[in-house]
Structure formats: structure tokens, C-alpha cells
């Protein structure tokens, strides 16, 4: 691995985002269930099995294929709250959201894109179960526009609304089915599509954020984890164009990226070192030896857990590859990592083991492995890889290894990779063929009138720039806070509040910005407080029923306590306030503790006073009530 | 020249395309309010107005055909050659069994290029979609109509009839007919009635869900429907389809039994007053039913293949005019299938046109729109009446059976009498003297 930074331009780094984002609409794209999640047991299962269509052309997706052969099932698991007969591919999909479509066609205006007069549903096949019909419903509203970003212009291919995917919950049997919800499925996407012309890290970072920017000031974009998803192409010369699925957080963009270009750069390293090396796809055998009889008394956990299911352990040498299976290619993920992931994909195996690795860390024995190597009849140069599974699973997995390893040799295999939260990405599937996509014939064709374009185009979301200088005028923002406003997600919020709740302005924004911000820092889930919530808190403070000094903590009491409301945090943290019959005997008292003083300062001693009150009522009491009861008992 | 027929485009857009020498498959370049497209010409089905073309990235998008709209020829398009792989080597263990198909897709190739669905109903074909049945039977296939199931009539019902029994007379282990199920149980019972003393099982065989599409429940049920169809220890006329919403078992409806229940689920199919014959799972057939015929090879089919289609469904309701029953009567109708209340009811203001009806040699017989449950006219005065004035009751047989067996009463013979007592015989296991309950046993917590 590389440790000087990569010089990008240099690498010839071309990037290209995918940004989708749950819309925030009533019901779900194609029938009139809410977009809502559930998370209890489900109500309803059901058990389907997904073939590959046969295209005109006898072509099928390989690694649909595969499973198909395979017996993958899918249990699908629903409720009634969230999925209807449409979901469960029982009922025809009902005509498509309008109101999903309109807010596509806000946000592709703002980009400058151009509507297409006539929208098409399509279905995209996806056949690892995620969708249960086998495909994807997806659909082009605006093609071919541009942002701006810093001085750039970035070129907007597509803006696309399609259907989110059911989400899934597990495996079981062997991973031989595969557990998906279908609450998600259906949720309106937006997708937005740049050209690929961002050549760094940093830069597909800032055009994300801007992407984000806009899809927030149409106002109906969903928030919070989960809602929004970040899909990247990522290619240099001589390596591969890899699509990067699912990255969650706006922030990981330019690790993902750097990462992604640090693996190419690894694996055309490989590539050259195995050349030298003269080995060669042909040098790559898949001759599988059954070394479970040298396992029969291990110590090792994993294999012992095998061994007493009476699995096998089965092991490839790979010819000359000693040394590049440890071949650190991202942080914490080495070539063998890479086989590993195959491994895990094709063969339903837990992982691998490989001689590159420190065997002993998992009570693997130098003789054992001494005796592994001459199973394999492995020389010094060579590698080997051995996995412990059930028969089928392992023949798969060491299979899929050897595959990888002849890729190796030759060339930097094309593949769709999922993102880690790290930054680093894994295998996912081989990238599906480009003839995939073929007519949705139960919806009919929308036609987008020039009629609606103008509705839209009239009530276009104000644009950043006139944003914040209205921002600034107002509310008496500074440009810092106004600006950290824009970019923030509460900004919508942000107007609701401090035009109704009777708090000043700069302490929402300096709550909903900072406040929020430090709090994040300190691992508290915001998300997890819900706009109604942050509303009847400043609600609350406008009202003198909560000391603005006690926002922050109301707000971290709400985030850890999902489902609870303001009343129950309010009574956990010992905030209620003083009323004014509360506070009568409190002054009083302290009136009376501070007569000589008093006598001798006269109206002067109301500043001590005041502080020596607040001291004991901070954070219970209005101070203004304070003052206001304190006047009064000195008149 | 162009070769815009059939596709769908008209006025201006046909003018534009037309001029630009286009045909479906060709890739254009279309200008249009300052922003060039370029995609393949795809073919445009039902209204709108728009040129539909399919971009590289697989989308399809419309463009609207205006005068201001610029359309270029920049491409011929190239028709996707299919070359069927070579049909497997046929295991001569195995059963043989004759797929025939009706109309729709039981199973289909996606042409991509234009989202054209097509049939693969070679066996070659078949064996392709649906590899599993390689193992399960020799096939052979025969295509017999290309309609949709509402345009069948009873005429076809009587070709498929005389087709599927000089197939088996051929000697055949089982014959599938795939069907499109609007009126495949219609179907089921016109060939339960037109085929009797069956040797072999006949299996009707559709699909909720089009086959084009990776989610169809057509080869589940077409694998189900192909097993029972070679091996079942039945020889009847059946119905296979989807027990539930999941793809583990194919149940086996008997013919005259079945009705379809749900617009769109996958078990839209459901035995009603009676039990599916069979089920099939994993490849096993268990048979689920205590009596049926028995498969016998040597068993001599007799044909009985003629309808009349001179019979009317009259569905009672509250406000029926009885003039509707005269039209008929007028129109020279033979029998009239009443679909009665209840037990077996209709309006008294309607026995006058009955009886005129039943005076005139037209065979009136009732079953209920209840669906499920047996009629009873001994209970109440109407339906007393009703049988003074000679109304046949169907017993537990629900109306599109009882519809479909008047028509095959009245095929047999024109003399009401003998068709009166064709329809009261029990002729392929239309009528159940027992009305079973389809209730389960309580859970062990619901009682003692």
C-alpha cells in the first residue's frame, strides 16, 4: 500500500455520482401504502423463488444465474401497516405518485435539467431478491443539465424516480434463504446522476454536498440515516470501472473514493508482480484437495466447529501467489481479503483461511499447516487457501478463489462493491449486463404537460444565494450562522420555529447548527429526534415552560430515549419549572437571609439579590419572572 | 421505405418518422427544444402521442412529435437473431407428456432491445426456460390456439376436446394444457364433461404472474402441472396452480370443482364446495382427495365433445326485469342457467317468464350466487314453487359449471327431458352428495 498521498490527476482518477434519496410524499411509488418501517415481527411471511428471464438473446445475469441453480429461496417478511398485495407482487402496480414525480421534477429543474415530455416506467432486473417482482421499477423524468460547484460546472446526465428495494434481514439454511422486508420496497427514490467528471477524492465529496444541498431545499426529501445513499464509478487507466453501492454518510465519499484508487493501484501492483513472477490463468488449477483427515484433532475453533458437523475442509494451492494473498490493498483488507469475499459470495462460506495470514491467531498449528502444504503439494512461492464448510459450499467457494486468482493474473475484474462504514468496500456482484431494462407494460405511459412544467417552475425553491441573504435580513442571522443554516437540515425547521415558538431566532439557529453539530461530535444520534419533538422543545422555552439552558439536555434525553416525549424527559431531568407560587417562598427567604444588606445597599441590592436567586433556580426559572417577583417584594 | 405499420405511431409523429425513413429497431437522433436524444425506435401501444425511443442506458423516454421536432435515421436496427439451444437428451425413463397451449405465455423470451415479450413454446424452448422439466417428463409440444382466454369459445372448447383425446389415444402418459386463466376453469369443466373414462390425467396449467417477468409462478405451476400430469395415480381432468402466495406447492383442482376467486393472487384458484385432488411439492404428489379415478392406460377414452351455445347466464338480483328471461326465450335459447339467491331464489315477480320458459322446451335450471354451499329449495315457498314450475337444482355445482354443463347437456341431446337428466347425473364429479366443512381444529389453547 502506498503511504505518500496519491496524486490523482496524475492516477487519472474519473468519477462519477449516483445520488438517491427517499422521498418525502404520502405513499409509496406505485400503490397507497405509507412509506413507513416497521420493526417487529413480522405479520406475514412468504416464501418465493426468483428465475432469471431469458432475453431474446438466451442471455441471462451470471451470478442470478448461479443462485437460481443454486436453490437460493427468499422469505419475504410484511406487515399490514406498511405492504399491500402490490408489494408482495399480488396486484398489478397502481398508476404512478404524482407527487413523487413533481418533486423529481423540482429537483431536475433546479439542476437545469430538461423534462422529458413522455415518462416510461421501465423494470431493471434485479434478481437477488431484493425486489420481489425480480426487477426494479425505475423511470427517467429529466435528462442532461448542470450545477454548479465552487467555480465548476458539473454536467447532470439523469434524474430518475424509482422504487426503493425491500431491505434485508438475514440468511438461514446454510444461506440458502434470504430474509427480506418489505416495508422499504416501494418508497419513491430520486436518483441524480453526474457526468464523470470529478478527478478527486475531495472534489466527489463537494459535489455530493451540493447534490444533497438542492434534493434538501425541494423540501421533501426524507432525512436521517438510511434515507439517502450514495452510489459511485470510480475507474483509472488500467484498472476498472467499479460501481461503489450504499455509501450512507456524505463524509465517507472521499475515503471511499481514495480507497477505491488505492485498491486498483494494489491490484495493478499484483498484476505486475505475477507477471514477473510468470504466472499465468493456466498456472491457477482448480484441483481441490480434502485435507479434512490433518484437521481431525485441531485446536482451531472455527475448523473444530466443522469438523464435528462432519463438514469438510477442502484446500487450493495457488501457484506463486505466496506473499501477495497478505498484500494490504485498502486498511485492513489484504488480496486475501478480496478471495475471501468471493469466497463468502459464491460459496456461502463464513470466510477463508490463507498461509499469508497468521495462522496461529486462530489455532491453526505450524504442523498442520506444514502437512496442509504438502496436501497440496504447495511449494515455497505458492500460496494456499483452505475453507471449511459443507461440501457444496466449500468446492463453491475455493472455486470462485481460483477464478479471482486466474482474474488476477490478467486484468482488474469489473465488479459492483458495497460500501463499509470505514470507507473501505467490499465485493457484492459481478456488474450486471447493460440489457436489462425492458418496458413496465402495466403503467401506463405519463405524459409531463407543459403545463405542469410551469406549475413547477413557478414555485421553485428559492436558490442558496437569495436564501441566505433573506436569511441574514430576516431573522438578524449573521452570515456564519445564516450559512451554516443552508447547509444544514434543519433549515426548513429552522423557519417554522423561529417564526412560531416565540424563541429569538439566534438561539434556534445557533441550536439547530452548533448545538446540534457538538452533539453529533459527541455520538448522539439527532436523527433519532424527530422534527415534532425539536418543535414543541423550542415550543416549550418560548413559552417559559423550559430554561433555554436546558435544550441541549432535553435533546440528548430525547435521542436516547426513541418513543418517550418532551413531558417524560422533562420530568426525567427534574426540569420542571417554578411557577410563580414556587417561587414566592424562595425569594422570601431569600429576602429575609439578606435584610442588613439590604438596609444598607438599598435599590442597589437588587443585582445581588437577583444573582444570589438565580443561583438556586437556574434552569427552572424565567428569570424575567425572577426579576419581575423580586421588584416586587422589595417595593 | 418505412416500415412504420404496427407501430402504433399516428399523426405526426407517424408523419416525422415516416419522413425520416424509420422503422422500429432503427436508431434515431431527435432533436427537440435545443437537446439532441438518440435511441433505439421503440413500438408505441394504447394512446399518447409522444416518440418513444430506448437510450443507451436501457431507459425508454418520450419525446412529443411537434412541428419544431427534428427526427434523424442514424442507425438501421439489427433484429436479434435466436438461435433455441439443442433440446437435452430426453430420458426415455421418463414419462411422456404433450404441453399444449391455448394462448398467453406459460413461458417467454424478453427481447430487450423493444421490451417485446414472445412465446417459447418449443419444447427446445421450454427445456431452456425451464430446465427442471428435463427431468421430469418427456415433453412434446403442440400449439393449438394463440387467443386470449376471454375470446374462447365453446367451439374450442370442443377442438381442444377432440385434440386431447387423439393425442392420448396416440398413447401419451399425461397431457398440459397451459391456459389463460380468466377462463381456465370454464375450460376445465367443458373437458371434464367432453372427456370421459380418461386413461391418463389431463392438467390445465396458467400463470398469474407473466412469464416474462423473473417472479412468475408459470414454471412453478407448469413443473407441478408436468409431474402430476406423467406420474399422478389419478386420470381426470385438473387444474394446477399455486396453493398459496408462496412458491412451494402446485395443488391439482379438480375440473368441475374450481373457480378462480381473486383478480390477481397467485392461489387465485380455489376448489370450492370440495377438495384439490392432489398437491404437489419438492417434486412429490400427494394425493389429497379419497376418491378419484384411477390412472389406467388401457382404459378406452369416449369423447363427448359438443356444446350449445344457445344457453344464457341470467344472474338474479333485487329489481331483475323478467323480460330479460323472455328475450331469451324469444332469441331461441335452450336453457337458461339462473343464478338464484341463497338457497335457491329469485323474485316472484319473475315465475311467470319462468314458466313461459319452462313451456317452451327451454331447460331452466338454478345454482346459487353464494358460490359456496348446496341449494335447497324445499326450505322456503319460493323455491317450492320454482320446482313446480320444472327449474332443475344444480345441488353444490356453482353457476360456471352449472352454465358450462347445460351447455354440454343440451350438446348431447336437444330433448329436455334427456338433457334434464344428463344435467341431474353425476357425470364427472360435478356434484358431491357431502358438503365437507374446511374448517381446522382449533389450536390447543381455544377449548378442551
Known amino acids: 500500500m502506498s503511504k505518500t498521498p496519491i496524486d490523482y490527476a496524475k492516477v487519472g ?130 435528462l442532461d443539465g448542470w450545477i454548479k460547484v465552487g467555480d465548476k460546472t458539473i454536467p447532470m446526465q439523469a434524474a430518475s424516480l424509482e422504487e426503493d428495494a425491500a431491505r434485508k434481514t438475514g440468511t438461514q439454511d446454510e444461506g440458502k434463504t434470504i430474509r427480506y422486508r418489505i416495508d422499504r420496497l416501494g418508497i419513491p427514490l430520486i436518483e441524480v446522476a453526474t457526468a464523470p467528471v470529478i478527478y478527486s477524492p475531495q472534489e466527489a465529496q463537494e459535489v455530493a454536498f451540493a447534490i444533497g444541498r438542492i434534493l434538501r431545499d425541494t423540501g421533501k426529501v426524507m432525512r436521517g440515516l438510511g434515507t439517502i445513499r450514495q452510489d459511485l464509478n470510480v475507474s483509472i487507466p488500467n484498472g476498472a470501472l467499479i460501481e461503489i453501492k450504499g455509501v450512507q454518510e456524505l463524509e465517507l465519499i472521499s475515503t471511499v473514493v481514495e480507497y477505491e484508487v488505492q485498491r486498483q493501484l494494489g491490484l495493478i501492483a499484483i498484476k505486475e508482480e505475477l507477471a514477473k513472477r510468470g504466472i499465468t490463468p493456466e498456472s491457477l488449477k482448480p484441483d481441490f484437495a480434502d485435507v479434512t483427515a490433518i484437521f481431525k484433532d485441531t485446536k482451531s475453533k472455527v475448523i473444530r466447529k466443522a469438523v464435528d458437523k462432519k463438514q469438510t475442509v477442502l484446500a487450493v494451492k495457488l501457484a506463486g501467489f505466496a506473499g501477495l494473498t497478505g498484500h494490504e490493498l485498502m486498511p485492513n483488507f489484504r488480496f486475501g481479503s478480496e ?61 470462485a478463489v481460483v477464478d479471482r486468482c486466474q482474474e488476477a493474473c490478467t486484468c482488474i475484474p469489473q465488479e459492483t462493491r458495497t460500501a463499509k462504514d470505514d470507507g473501505t468496500t467490499r465485493y457484492m456482484r459481478p456488474r450486471p449486463g447493460a440489457a436489462r431494462m425492458y418496458p413496465e407494460t402495466d403503467i401506463p405511459p405519463q405524459p409531463i404537460t407543459a403545463e405542469l412544467v410551469e406549475k413547477v417552475q413557478a414555485h ?172 416586587e417584594r422589595l417595593k | 421505405m418505412s416500415e412504420l405499420e404496427g407501430s402504433g405511431y399516428k399523426g405526426k409523429a407517424f408523419q416525422l418518422l415516416q419522413q425520416a425513413d424509420c422503422s422500429v429497431g432503427d436508431i434515431l437522433k431527435i432533436t427537440s427544444k435545443g437537446k439532441t436524444y438518440e435511441g433505439i425506435l421503440i413500438p408505441r401501444f394504447g394512446e399518447g402521442v409522444a416518440i418513444i425511443i430506448k437510450m ?82 418427456r415433453v412434446d409440444t403442440e400449439i393449438v390456439y394463440s387467443i386470449y382466454s376471454e375470446n374462447l369459445t365453446p367451439q374450442n372448447w370442443t377442438e381442444l376436446a377432440q385434440t386431447v383425446a387423439k393425442r392420448i389415444e396416440q398413447g401419451v402418459d399425461g397431457v398440459v394444457i397451459a391456459h389463460g386463466t380468466d377462463t381456465m376453469a370454464y375450460t376445465s369443466a367443458a373437458l371434464s364433461f367432453a372427456l370421459q373414462n380418461l386413461p391418463v390425467p389431463v392438467i390445465l396449467v396458467g400463470a398469474q404472474r407473466s412469464s416474462d417477468r423473473p417472479s412468475s409462478d408459470a414454471a412453478t405451476n ?115 342457467l339462473l343464478e338464484g339467491s341463497g338457497l335457491g331464489h329469485v323474485s316472484k315477480f319473475c315465475f311467470d317468464a319462468i314458466k313461459r320458459a319452462t313451456a317452451k322446451g327451454v331447460v331452466v335450471a338454478l345454482a346459487s350466487q353464494c358460490i359456496w354451499g348446496r341449494v335447497d329449495m324445499n326450505v322456503y315457498d319460493t323455491g317450492r314453487d320454482l320446482l313446480s314450475f320444472g327449474v332443475v337444482p344444480l345441488e353444490d355445482m356453482f353457476p360456471e359449471t352449472g352454465l358450462v354443463k347445460l351447455m354440454w347437456a343440451l350438446g348431447q341431446t336437444s330433448d329436455p327431458k334427456e338433457a334434464t337428466a344428463l344435467l341431474k347425473a353425476n357425470v364427472a364429479g360435478e356434484y358431491s352428495p357431502r358438503t365437507l366443512p374446511q374448517e381446522e381444529k382449533l389450536p390447543n389453547e381455544g377449548g378442551n
Open chain 2, 56 to 137: 443507451k442506458s436501457g431507459y425508454n423516454i418520450g419525446i412529443e412529435a411537434t412541428t419544431e421536432v427534428k427526427v434523424e435515421k442514424i442507425g438501421k436496427g439489427t433484429v436479434p437473431k435466436f438461435e433455441a439451444p439443442q433440446l437435452p437428451k430426453q430420458k426415455p425413463s421418463l414419462p411422456h407428456v404433450v404441453i399444449m397451449s391455448t394462448g398467453g405465455t406459460i413461458a417467454s423470451r424478453v427481447d430487450y432491445r423493444t421490451g417485446a415479450v414472445r412465446s417459447a413454446m418449443s419444447a427446445s424452448d421450454l427445456y431452456g426456460v425451464v430446465p427442471e422439466l428435463a427431468d421430469i417428463a
Open chain 1, 339 to 399: 478471495l475471501s469475499d468471493r469466497a463468502k459470495f459464491w460459496g456461502r462460506v463464513g470466510g477463508i483461511f490463507h498461509t499469508d495470514e497468521i495462522l496461529a491467531n486462530y489455532g491453526i498449528t505450524t504442523e498442520e499447516v506444514a502437512t496442509l502444504r504438502k496436501a497440496v503439494d504447495a511449494a515455497e512461492g505458492d500460496a494456499v487457501v483452505f475453507v471449511a464448510d459443507t461440501a457444496e459450499n466449500t468446492q463453491d467457494a475455493l472455486k
Open chain 2, 222 to 336: 407448469l413443473i407441478g402441472a408436468v409431474k402430476a400430469a406423467g406420474e399422478a395415480p389419478f386420470a381426470e381432468v385438473g387444474l394446477a396452480m399455486h396453493e398459496t402466495v408462496s412458491d412451494i406447492a402446485t395443488v391439482i383442482h379438480r375440473g368441475t370443482k374450481v373457480r378462480k376467486c381473486h383478480t390477481s393472487r397467485r392461489d387465485t384458484f380455489k376448489s370450492v364446495n370440495g377438495f384439490p385432488i392432489a398437491k404437489v411439492q419438492n417434486l412429490q404428489i400427494t394425493i389429497t382427495s379419497d376418491s378419484y379415478q384411477k390412472r389406467d392406460p388401457k382404459r378406452k377414452i369416449t369423447l363427448k365433445p359438443h356444446f350449445n351455445d344457445k344457453v344464457a347466464l341470467v344472474k338474479f338480483h333485487p329489481g331483475l326485469d323478467p323480460a330479460v328471461i323472455d328475450f331469451y326465450v324469444e332469441k331461441g335459447f335452450k336453457g337458461i
Open chain 1, 460 to 631: 421553485l425553491p428559492e436558490p442558496a444565494d437569495k436564501k441566505l441573504t433573506r436569511l441574514i435580513k430576516q431573522y438578524g442571522l449573521n452570515e456564519k450562522l445564516a450559512k451554516q443554516l443552508i447547509d444544514s437540515e434543519y433549515i426548513g425547521l429552522f423557519e417554522e420555529t423561529a417564526k412560531t415558538s416565540g424563541v429569538q431566532a439566534s438561539t434556534v439557529a445557533a441550536f439547530l447548527t452548533e448545538t446540534v453539530k457538538a452533539l453529533q461530535r459527541d455520538g448522539i444520534h439527532t436523527s433519532h429526534v424527530s422534527d415534532e419533538q425539536i418543535s414543541a422543545i423550542f415550543k416549550a422555552v418560548g413559552a417559559g415552560e423550559l430554561a433555554k439552558e436546558a435544550l441541549a439536555d432535553v435533546f440528548t434525553w430525547l435521542s436516547k430515549n426513541e418513543g418517550k416525549n418532551l413531558q417524560d424527559a422533562i420530568t426525567a431531568l427534574g426540569l420542571k419549572m417554578f411557577t410563580e407560587a414556587d417561587l414566592v417562598p424562595i425569594i422570601d427567604r431569600i429576602v429575609v437571609a439578606n435584610k442588613q444588606q439590604i438596609e444598607k445597599l438599598g435599590k442597589n441590592a437588587f443585582g445581588m439579590l437577583m444573582g444570589a436567586a438565580m443561583k438556586e433556580v437556574r434552569g427552572k426559572a424565567n428569570p424575567e419572572l425572577v426579576g419581575k417577583l423580586l421588584r
Open chain 1, 13 to 142: 482518477l474519473k468519477c462519477g455520482l449516483e445520488i438517491h434519496q427517499q422521498l418525502n410524499v404520502n405513499s409509496k411509488l406505485f400503490c397507497s401504502c405509507p412509506p413507513d418501517l416497521f420493526k417487529e415481527d413480522p405479520e406475514i411471511t412468504f416464501l418465493r423463488r426468483l428465475r432469471p428471464t431469458q432475453s431474446e438473446l438466451g442471455q441471462v445475469d451470471p451470478a442470478a444465474f448461479f443462485e437460481f441453480q443454486k436453490g437460493v429461496k427468499i422469505l419475504y417478511e410484511a406487515n399490514r401497516k406498511s405492504s399491500c398485495l402490490v408489494e408482495m407482487d399480488e396486484e398489478p402496480p397502481h398508476p404512478i405518485n404524482l407527487a413523487a414525480v413533481e418533486v423529481v421534477l423540482t429537483a431536475s429543474l433546479m439542476m437545469n435539467m430538461q423534462p422529458v415530455d413522455e415518462v416510461h416506467v421501465m423494470r431493471k432486473t434485479v434478481i437477488d431478491g431484493s425486489n420481489t417482482t425480480g426487477f426494479q421499477r425505475t423511470t427517467i423524468i429529466a
